[in-house]
């Protein structure tokens, strides 16, 4: 069998692709025919194509028509996520245009469009740049400049705002963006399903977004443990602001996020679940002065230089929250950094004290380079944990790397109930 999730996605049709779910659910390719207005042999074409590409059977043919062999189903199921991606857009652009379009039968979001065009789109939002997109999908400058035309004259609207030096999205061409990127990130996670069949130790590629509380303990332990058992995993960690991360969860280009949680509501797109509860604790360097002193409280360190967590995080929130509830001022001289090794510069070279959680200064402290003060913070305990998409099932090695969080988390601190 071919090496499916090597598949270059442009190379696979998406009308292709719809076809085979229109082929499972009414299990006649006449039919299928008839309802995509498409000729018989075409629709065996397409079914033909793709498996020649994935180089799996994908449907049994029987004298009262036609199944999906277990092969078909993860591809039809994958391919659905992908056409519920393109169906958030159509649904935006239908609200955006006041309802006066018919997107059911447009190209961009039913996937009768080419894979081309589409990745052309994606490529100049994210360069903003007509040469940079073209070398890096390794395509000339006209087939850009081809592309965004077609894709402008479908949805008839401009896509971009020409600026000296870039070219700059509109609000509808990010969500749009976002919701190709799902798509295909939905059709390859089937290719991966695919691959991974035969049983065996899993492969496929995982991308983990790491927030600050887990990039320590959690994060590392969960990698090394899964790699003993699925030493061909591609595993990759982004790191970066929490927004910026679940921008790449929601298009996903990211399979879950690792730390602190957020709150959503039950109609959201995503999901969490707590691992365990995480405290903060207020760090100073070995032998400071203040690690002499007994029975502190918060109240007898806030005249000291401080580093704090940056604004409009947790971590602050809850520090602030603290000094509210306490009726006390604020430090008068503090640094904010979101770096641990900032952090651990500062403290190693100053007599200033940090608030940080626990868990992320643990090698600093068991090895003797830094002290936690024996200052208990009521109330600061927050959930740490997993964020995933709510609407898809994670491919065969993503929910390896759930599992492995999982057995790590429980052996780090007892599991949240």
Known sequence: ???????????????????????????????????????????????????????????????????????????VRRTRSALAAFQVAANIFLQMKGGNVNVITNPVFSMDISSKRLMALVALTEHRDV???????????????????????????????RKPGNMVPEDFTMILVRQIKLAFSEIHRGLEELEN???????????????????????PRAINHILKDHPDLNIQTREGPYDVLESGLRSGEIDMIIGALRHFDE???????????????????????????????INDVL????????????????????????????????????????????????????????????YEIQFGMLS?????????????????????TPSPAAYLFYESLRNVADNVQPKVA
Not at 22 to 42: G, K, P
Not at 61 to 70: C, F, I, L, Q
Not at 340 to 347: F, H, K, N, Q
């Open 1 to 75: 069998m071919p090496t499916s999730v090597n598949i270059d996605i442009r190379s696979i049709s998406l009308r292709h692709l719809k076809a085979i779910v229109r082929v499972a659910e009414v299990q006649n390719i006449t039919r299928a025919a008839v309802t995509l207005r498409r000729s018989q042999t075409a629709i065996t074409k397409s079914i033909s194509e793709i498996e020649g590409q994935v180089g799996v059977k994908l449907f049994d043919r029987t004298s009262k028509g036609v199944t999906p062999t277990t092969q078909g189903d993860i591809l």
């Open 131 to 161: 040469r940079k997109a073209s070398a890096a999908i390794q395509v000339t400058r006209a087939a850009i400049y081809n592309s965004i035309r077609e894709l402008e004259a479908l949805l008839d609207i401009k896509l971009f705002q």
């Open 197 to 219: 069949l035969d049983g065996g130790t899993v492969k496929g590629k995982i991308v983990i977004g790491s927030l600050p509380l887990a990039r320590t303990m959690l994060l």
């Open 267 to 297: 109609t959201s797109d995503l999901k969490t679940e707590a691992l365990f509860e995480e405290r903060l604790i207020i760090v100073t360097r070995k032998h400071h002065p203040l690690t002499k002193e007994k029975n502190l409280t």
């Open 303 to 362: 005249d000291h230089q401080w580093v704090l967590p940056p604004k409009n995080t947790p971590a602050r929130a809850v520090f602030d929250d603290i000094i509210q509830k306490k009726a006390l001022e604020n430090p008068d001289i503090f640094i904010e950094t979101s770096s641990l090794a900032t952090l651990r510069g500062l403290l190693l070279g100053s007599d200033r004290i940090a608030l940080i959680s626990e868990h992320q200064l643990f």
């Open 372 to 392: 936690a003060l024996p200052i208990e913070l009521t109330g600061t305990y927050r959930p740490i944990g997993i964020t995933m998409r709510s609407n898809t």
